[in-house]
């Protein structure tokens, strides 16, 4: 039988975490079990006063867990802030608020959620092609607005089949959307940093290129200063009055004012949207039109990955704890 | 140079087409240029005045156009008013219109659209399936409402990978359906009147049994006597709480009702409709729905297919006319 202090001394015995991210029950619960739990949403504290005083606890955190997207950034000031730190798991693919090369000088190790994701927004970004070139939604708020008994048949969409879909960005979500697009019969090209030698899609060193030669366009990259805006006025110009726009990337991968400028005047013809640059706000003008399919940055939004992810951050946690290799290194360590 | 004479002939010596189809303008244009279109819907007889004044022509019409889905039944009061009546065409897949052991009795031959729809019909379904399973429609109604920055994230939805997908009628559809689902990781069962040895899905003879082993359930099939309710209350029942109806074939192959039942009392879990049992009326129950995706009959409409339709159908008619196979035939002649 334990003794009382012993029961009392347990919790402080288990490695504080900081913890930068709302989780639901099953997932906080998994952490507790393992983790003294520094929970910054929790707190209400300031991020200065939260990092200062955990950094003044005896037993000051080595790990952190933080959201993707970019809540809370990981810069120079954060690490100085938290000395002890040692490991940044990343809850999303993306790393763009994780200041990688600070996070090297300093010999922390960062790790994100791997391919936890890359199938759901694969998914994610065919619906949305389909979606718009089909009118889904559009031919279902005619239905739903009881329009089709009064108006008759729905004006004619466009086949998937033979389109040609450049997609920018072939790392595991743009590889998985072109083996998905092809089983629909599209023609795939691809824009990236340097040529795959394993893939059988032409490749365009440039994406105003790609644009050129191609119906739609899809944005499958991570946000970086070289792909910021990447999709820009030029970009759009080369796609053409009858290209489609599909953004599963990060907002700021498209110059979103010229991309409503563009929907506005007819210079592309649709656009469909799981990311914008200043989420959650989405630009007025895009939600009075029939051409554009929105969703609210759902693309990783299922049940499934949401468990996977949370096996994904304990077994990173669990390998750094105990010293072996990360399970899904951005920086190993 | 022609004489008036001749000019005033030219027209008749065209041979008699019935048309039972609003067709656009190039395709009108196609039909006249090889055709004495006599157009049921310009002209604005009933049915039985319409084919009567047709028969009693001086050379009455061999052939038809008849429009998909049953607007115009060719039946025996049908074929016994035009008698001269040798080949009937059908602009969709769909032969549930014509009788066709009446055709064959009187030896008129029948085609169909043959497989210009199937690619777009199974791009539609897929699109559905995922809309269903990752809330797209649902979450998109939640951005244009302007909810997004209230309420913050989304629910999640459920991944397409490792679904376990029923297909109801493996013809080309059906198969074009299971092509595409396997590009996305799903596991794909089917029912059909016979199994297919050339395919490596599981097959079960009943449609109950295929319900209580799939997730999803996509019905893909033609409708017949057979195949009408072929998704009945027992099949909602064994598909259970959790299961995805998915229907791009003909409204009445569900029963409608049932299925309103079910989804409003959450004994499946949600459906995506291209067809309904009287469209273009939809149960008013289902407009409320937000796990309910609509579309008002629009798998077959693109403008791609639209041309490739307007090919077969002269195709066909050429075929007849100068006595070869038709090119896709359902009764051959």
Known sequence: ????????????????????????????????????????????????????????????????????????????????????????????????????????RRGVAVANSGRVYSTDVADHAVSLLIDVLRRVSASQRFVRRGLWPVLGDYPLGNKLGSKRVGIIGLGNIGSLIAKRLEAFGCIIYYNSRKQRDSVPYKYFPNVQDLASESDVLVVACSLNKDTRHIVNKDVLEALG?????????????????????????????????????NEPKVPAELLSMDNVVMTPHIAVLTSESRSDLRDTTIGNLEAFFSGKPLLTPVLPW
């Open 1 to 104: 039988m334990a003794s009382s202090a012993a029961e009392e001394q347990e919790p402080t015995a288990l490695p504080p975490l900081l913890l930068f991210r709302r989780v639901d029950a099953a997932f906080y619960a998994a952490l507790r079990q393992r983790y003294r739990v520094l929970d910054f949403f929790a707190s209400g504290d300031p991020l200065p006063a939260f990092l200062a005083a955990a950094a003044a606890d005896p037993d000051p955190p080595r790990a952190a867990v933080v959201v993707g997207g970019g809540a809370v950034r990981v810069d120079a000031a954060f690490l100085d802030a938290v000395p002890s730190l040692r490991f940044v798991f990343s809850t999303g693919a993306g790393v763009d608020h994780i200041d990688l090369a600070e996070c090297a």
């Open 241 to 277: 009055k009858d290209g489609i726009i599909v953004n599963i990337g990060r907002g700021a991968n498209v110059d979103e004012p010229e991309l409503v400028g563009a929907l506005k005047d007819g210079r592309i013809a649709g656009a469909g949207l799981d990311v914008f640059e």
